[in-house]
């Protein structure tokens, strides 16, 4: 599948280089396509990558995913065409925080009775979100066995079909429990992780760990 | 030890009984001790267990427990004698949870840079404050069993010697892994942890789930 990833941040990397490396044609869009450094990841990714505009790489994709800084997903957005939007599935990974603070000191610019995944939707109701993947570290979004034994991804959404076509995806990366919280206003849970996940590596010293809702009648997994 | 209880709703009873049942004198504190409910549910609940007002509990209390709604956690502090708070361990077991707009639509009156934890430890500053079993349903608090296999309670607090005390009293509940995660402040990410639990409610139907923090190196337990 063609795939347009918004963002040449750590996490656009780790999603980019995964997806063309389960075969799917990539194009990252970066704000200047022409910016050194993104050029010289590309070359030494050692992967098929794609570089050109946010609005190339919307263009590009059958399915969007939107891993810039959460406080800029919106403006990203608004400089694609509407018209390479619709219909779309678009993975919204990001999340609003704000770090100006410091990292003991994490906020959300949205928060409590929204999210930045029904932001999104409402701004853009033309596309198919699904929040999925803000939940952990990137390394551990493409290769969730760098966490040992069973823990869980959430996901959340409007559109079953494109939840659907998702968890196919996230189980292509190694994603066993996907847990399908509802409609798009559940990401206000998972966005709101992030303050008990600044904490809890702050705690551990590292990212490589991920939460498992552990419950009655769960059968043990191997 | 003595324990005052603020609050007779599930939450307290639950606390009340289970300290009672672990040997501990108990004084549940309620907004009006002659309400027959309370006097009831105390002659029911086969446990040795006093009933008073909010400023009778905090008097009688060596530990305090605060367990009424959040939102009016802060006006039942102020209904009693500073001199019965001073240098006593609250346990700040509350949420401050908003439902007027139903259980699917749940809101925070306090988050995001505050909390209700840090809201109290600030406002009443000769209190000890440690959140602590805000996190789980009242059952899963005082049966952690009913969960099985490993998972985590999470505690925040400034004062480390009553992090410690809190620490022995969820051992004698049977919680078997207690998650520091520092200062007060980290409330923000535990009570944030409303706003997913009550869509893994929605999701499981029962509230006999809780959280587990999976990460690399961490050894198998039975």
Redesign the interface.
């Known amino acids: 599948m063609k795939f347009g990833v918004m963002g040449t941040g750590a996490v656009g990397k780790a999603l980019a280089s995964k997806l063309a490396t389960l075969g799917h044609d990539v194009m990252v869009g970066t704000r200047e396509p022409d910016n050194e450094s993104a050029r010289a990841w590309i070359a030494s990714s050692g992967c098929d990558l794609r570089l050109g505009s946010f609005a190339d790489a919307a263009a590009f994709g059958q399915t969007l995913i939107s891993c810039t800084a959460g406080i800029t997903s919106i403006d990203v957005l608004r400089s694609c065409s509407n018209r390479d939007l619709a219909g779309k599935v678009l993975i919204d990974v990001s999340n609003p925080l704000d770090l100006s603070r410091g990292l003991?000191?994490p906020?959300?610019t949205i928060?409590?009775?929204d999210s930045l995944g029904e932001t999104i939707q409402r701004q853009f109701p033309e596309l198919r979100v699904v929040k999925a993947l803000n939940t952990c570290n990137n390394q551990v979004m493409v290769d969730p066995g760098?966490?040992?034994?069973?823990?869980d991804l959430?996901i959340a959404g409007n559109d079953a079909a494109a939840k659907e076509q998702v968890c196919d995806l996230l189980r292509s990366f190694g994603w066993r429990s996907v847990?399908?919280?509802?409609d798009i206003?559940?990401a206000?849970?998972?966005e709101?992780?992030m303050?008990?996940?600044?904490?809890?590596l702050?705690?551990?010293g590292?990212a490589?760990?991920?939460?498992?809702?552990?419950?009655?009648?769960?059968e043990?997994r191997s």
Chains 1, 2 share one sequence.
């Not at 847990?179 to 509802?182: A, I, K, S, V, Y």
């Open positions: 003991h000191s906020t959300l928060c409590n009775d760098r966490v040992p034994g069973d823990h959430f847990l399908d919280l509802g206003t559940a206000r849970g998972t709101g992780l303050l008990i996940w600044l904490r809890l702050a705690r551990y590292n490589d760990f991920n939460y498992k809702i552990v419950r009655a009648g769960q043990a």
